[in-house]
């Protein structure tokens, strides 16, 4: 599976945009990007994944560059709960598990 | 209704001592996974099972054996635990392998004295 590489932690002010960045530059083609967090303590929590278009559901926007090698995952609205690691993974379709790296941790300030 | 419920959620025992978490999960899933998150935070993947057989098996040491009676229960059982078994384990189940969603239980929070 392909590296991903994201910043450590950011900041967002309550009811704004968060706009969390992943790099992925070695990603092939039949890679999905998918996008997970973690509320303290608590397990984590799927969010989002796509291949190659933009998604959008109830929580988020995934939006991945047309050359595939970066994604940014969309919280339009932040509120504090939003407060979490949020992991970005590059799996192939074929591969039977979900390996996280260290995540970027949002901190949502009021 | 806990979607994957995990017991205990705490566990303080001995080194030395064998213990056991268990997990369920009640959403008629295939695939079930144990993770474990050591004290730096990272989140590892130990073991997968697939309708009950095993499908994943990082480099865990023997003396971790998961045991799946059926399809809803993964259990971790773990024999003399050492000090660095010390983790939040986390118990995870999705529709099939290789499917991208994995709904985790709350976690299981183990110390060894």
């Known amino acids: 599976d392909a590296k991903t590489t994201q910043p450590t932690s950011m900041d967002c002010a309550e009811g704004r945009a968060a706009n969390l960045p992943c790099n992925h530059s070695?990603?092939?083609?039949?890679?999905?990007v998918y996008w997970y967090r973690q509320i303290h303590s608590q397990g984590p929590q799927y969010i989002i994944h796509g291949l190659k278009n933009n998604e959008t559901n109830e929580m988020a926007s995934l939006i991945i560059t047309e050359d595939r090698k970066s994604s940014t995952l969309i919280l339009p609205h932040a509120t504090l709960r939003d407060t979490a690691v949020y992991y970005c993974?590059?799996?192939?379709?074929?591969?039977?598990?979900?390996?996280f790296g260290a995540g970027t941790r949002l901190t949502v300030k009021p | 209704d806990t979607a994957v419920s995990q017991t205990p959620k705490y566990l303080v025992t001995q080194m030395g001592n064998d213990k056991s978490i268990k997990c369920e999960q009640n959403l008629g899933h295939d695939t079930m996974y144990w993770y474990k998150q050591d004290s730096k935070k990272f989140l590892k993947i130990m073991f997968s099972?697939?309708?009950?057989?095993?499908?994943i098996n990082e480099t865990v040491p023997n003396r971790f054996s998961p045991k799946s009676p059926d399809k809803a229960h993964l259990n971790l059982h773990i024999n003399s635990l050492e000090l660095g078994d010390s983790a939040v384990y986390f118990c995870?189940?999705?529709?099939?392998?290789?499917?991208?969603?994995?709904?985790f239980g709350e976690g299981s929070r183990l110390t060894v004295l």
């Open positions: 099972y697939n309708n009950k057989e095993l499908i």
């Open positions: 995870a189940s999705s529709h099939q392998p290789g499917a991208g969603e994995l709904f």
């Open positions: 993974i590059v799996r192939g379709a074929n591969n039977n598990d979900m390996r």
């Open positions: 070695t990603i092939s083609g039949n890679e999905y």
